[in-house]
Nanobody, 125 residues
Framework: VQLQASGGGLVQAGGSLRLSCAAS????????VGWFRQAPGKEREFVAC????????TYADSVKGRFTISTDNTKNTVYLQMNSLKPEDTAVYYC???????????????????WGQGTQVTVSS
């Protein structure tokens, strides 16, 4: 599975962006999919994940109520809608997928085998 992330950019605080992650090579309808981010000088952290077969949709506390993860199986694409953006959301955002993500490991980046290249999100104050 190859993942291609896009949709990042520069936005003012309070604005919105929608990130996309298109998969090719195999349908990931039954995969667990996740978004992670890495800010300068910080470790990569969990943002959100979804698994239809695993039965979970989970958000980091820092984005809960502002971000929404969704999938379009017809386009083999996962989205991250980001609203009410804050300067602390500035980071490189990565999408990830794996066919075997279990609920207890869903926030762990090591549970995901396939990664996109990252897309930069910058939120100005």
């Amino acid at each position: 599975v190859q993942l291609q992330a896009s949709g990042g950019g520069l936005v003012q605080a309070g604005g919105s962006l929608r990130l996309s992650c298109a998969a090719s090579g195999r349908t990931f309808r039954n995969y667990g999919v996740g978004w992670f981010r890495q800010a300068p000088g910080k470790e990569r952290e969990f943002v959100a994940c979804f698994s239809r077969t695993g039965g979970f949709t989970t958000y980091a506390d820092s984005v809960k109520g502002r971000f929404t993860i969704s999938t379009d199986n017809t386009k083999n694409t996962v989205y991250l809608q980001m609203n009410s953006l804050k300067p602390e959301d500035t980071a490189v955002y990565y999408c990830a997928a794996d066919p075997s993500v279990i609920s207890s490991e869903r926030r762990n980046q090591l549970a995901y085998s396939y990664w996109g290249q990252g897309t930069q999100v910058t939120v100005s104050s």
